[in-house]
């Protein structure tokens, strides 16, 4: 939001000069005003320091702002003051530019989703219903049901995280442990295994390979998973894993078919909602090509049996459309679908555990194994 220099007189006649940060001359004027300045001379400056960038907000912040605002529009505040008394309790400056943003194209006569989509820090999703409570008027009951969904996306993310937490922990550690041992200990005790001259067991000639290897290659090899890792954070891309296959298409279609739910409760239309919530699919062209089906004429549950979701889906989506209750028939099977996911998550986790304590376990053990029994065999010799 831009600065403004100003010259006026203040109650008692004494001359004023400063700053006033404002979105046109004219609200500065009346911001001076309402602290009883009256007002000389008024001009643009430059914005003091630094420009504070505007960033996509997170979910949680999605969800903060939705309820919020919510919230004050509910209690009869207007919604620029709303934004001005939620933009000062907030401590992030990069979410207080966000504020800002939003805040200065409502006071500049832009309706509240054109400002939520030019400030760049809302999903398109939160803009989107907002512009058809607009429309129709609901918007404190649009923004409620924006504020469900992220957090449903919230905890879902949450809860993937917790899931894989201890499984890359003991993949950092057994590796770290691993690599420490074939990098320093190993070959401290090769060389002792080379003056014997003494035949070595195939564990322990495999062993003294993989350590001359992690010598020679480990350096590399690690520079090429990192940037492999990093390339694919820049893209957005992630490993594929064959056993979370089934866990992700369940989460997935939960996802989308509550999101699809929200914006249909919201107004938005099937058509459109389908085309919104695709941006939630890894494979979105399956609901944009829904979305083309319903737009020909097609029933829902038409369009995605032609594109080969499941029966049980299918069904539940015809009943409802055939009753009347497409949202909550999509509701429904979001909802079995996230506790058929939980419940895989959970199983999965427990199982993720022991697998992994136990191939740490065979790792160290193969190790210890290989340097022991080249020992053994010089005691026999000795004897």
Same mark, same amino acid.
């Given at each position: 939001?831009?600065?403004?220099?100003?010259?006026?007189?203040?109650?008692?006649?004494?001359?004023?000069?400063?700053?006033?940060?404002?979105?046109?001359?004219?609200?500065?004027?009346?911001?001076?005003?309402?602290?009883?300045?009256?007002?000389?001379?008024?001009?643009?400056?430059?914005?003091?320091?630094?420009?504070?960038?505007?960033?996509?907000?997170?979910?949680?912040?999605?969800?903060? &702002?939705?309820?919020?605002?919510?919230?004050?529009?509910?209690?009869?505040?207007?919604?620029?003051?709303?934004?001005?008394?939620?933009?000062?309790?907030?401590?992030?400056?990069? @979410?207080?530019?966000?504020?800002?943003? @939003?805040?200065?194209?409502?006071?500049?006569?832009?309706? &509240?989703?054109?400002?939520?989509?030019?400030?760049?820090? %809302?999903?398109?999703?939160?803009?989107?219903? @907002?512009?058809? #409570?607009?429309?129709?008027?609901?918007?404190?009951?649009?923004?409620?049901?924006?504020?469900?969904?992220?957090?449903?996306?919230?905890?879902?993310?949450?809860?993937?995280?917790?899931?894989?937490?201890?499984?890359?922990?003991? +993949?950092?550690?057994?590796?770290?442990?691993?690599?420490?041992?074939?990098?320093?200990?190993?070959?401290?005790?090769? @060389?002792?295994?080379?003056?014997?001259?003494?035949?070595?067991? =195939?564990?322990?000639?495999?062993?003294?390979?993989?350590?001359?290897?992690?010598?020679?290659?480990?350096?590399? +090899?690690? =520079?090429? +998973?990192?940037?492999?890792?990093?390339?694919?954070?820049?893209?957005?891309?992630?490993?594929?894993?064959? &056993?979370?296959? #089934?866990?992700?298409?369940?989460?997935?279609?939960?996802?989308?078919?509550?999101?699809?739910?929200?914006?249909?409760?919201?107004?938005?239309?099937?058509?459109?909602?389908?085309?919104?919530?695709?941006?939630?699919?890894?494979?979105?062209?399956?609901?944009?090509?829904?979305?083309?089906?319903?737009?020909? #004429?097609?029933?829902?549950?038409?369009?995605?049996?032609?594109?080969? %979701?499941?029966?049980? +889906?299918?069904?539940?989506?015809?009943?409802?459309?055939?009753?009347?209750?497409?949202?909550?028939?999509?509701?429904?099977?979001?909802?079995?679908?996230?506790?058929?996911?939980?419940?895989?998550?959970?199983? =999965?986790?427990?199982?993720?555990?022991?697998?992994?304590?136990?191939?740490? #376990?065979?790792?160290?053990? &193969?190790?210890?194994?290989?340097?022991?029994?080249?020992? %053994?065999?010089?005691?026999?010799?000795?004897?």
């Amino acid at each position: 939001m831009p600065y403004f220099n100003y010259t006026g007189y203040d109650p008692e006649g004494k001359l004023k000069k400063g700053v006033v940060e404002a979105s046109s001359s004219t609200q500065a004027i009346d911001r001076l005003t309402e602290k009883a300045i009256i007002v000389v001379d008024v001009a643009q400056a430059s914005e003091k320091g630094k420009s504070r960038k505007v960033v996509p907000l997170s979910l949680e912040g999605h969800i903060m &702002f939705c309820r919020s605002i919510a919230s004050y529009l509910r209690s009869g505040l207007p919604l620029a003051e709303a934004l001005k008394v939620l933009g000062k309790q907030t401590i992030d400056k990069r @979410v207080g530019a966000a504020y800002s943003s @939003v805040l200065e194209g409502i006071e500049g006569g832009k309706k &509240f989703h054109m400002a939520l989509s030019e400030s760049g820090a %809302f999903k398109e999703t939160l803009w989107r219903i @907002v512009e058809s #409570g607009e429309q129709s008027g609901s918007l404190i009951q649009g923004l409620e049901q924006a504020a469900n969904q992220f957090k449903l996306e919230d905890r879902l993310l949450k809860r993937i995280k917790k899931a894989l937490t201890y499984p890359i922990a003991m +993949v950092i550690i057994g590796t770290g442990v691993v690599a420490f041992l074939l990098s320093y200990v190993v070959p401290k005790i090769s @060389v002792l295994f080379d003056e014997v001259g003494q035949a070595l067991p =195939l564990p322990t000639r495999i062993l003294i390979a993989l350590s001359d290897f992690v010598a020679n290659w480990g350096l590399t +090899v690690l =520079l090429i +998973v990192v940037l492999t890792l990093y390339i694919m954070k820049r893209r957005k891309k992630r490993f594929p894993l064959p &056993f979370m296959k #089934g866990l992700r298409g369940r989460l997935t279609l939960s996802l989308v078919m509550t999101h699809i739910a929200t914006l249909l409760n919201s107004g938005i239309p099937l058509v459109q909602a389908l085309k919104m919530a695709s941006v939630m699919d890894p494979n979105p062209a399956r609901w944009i090509e829904a979305s083309d089906l319903v737009k020909a #004429g097609h029933r829902l549950d038409r369009a995605l049996e032609k594109l080969g %979701f499941t029966e049980d +889906v299918i069904y539940v989506i015809r009943v409802g459309e055939m009753g009347g209750e497409l949202t909550t028939s999509l509701l429904n099977v979001g909802e079995t679908n996230w506790e058929i996911a939980e419940s895989q998550m959970d199983r =999965l986790a427990t199982l993720i555990e022991p697998v992994m304590t136990l191939a740490l #376990g065979f790792s160290v053990g &193969f190790i210890v194994i290989a340097i022991l029994l080249p020992v %053994f065999n010089l005691s026999g010799l000795v004897k």
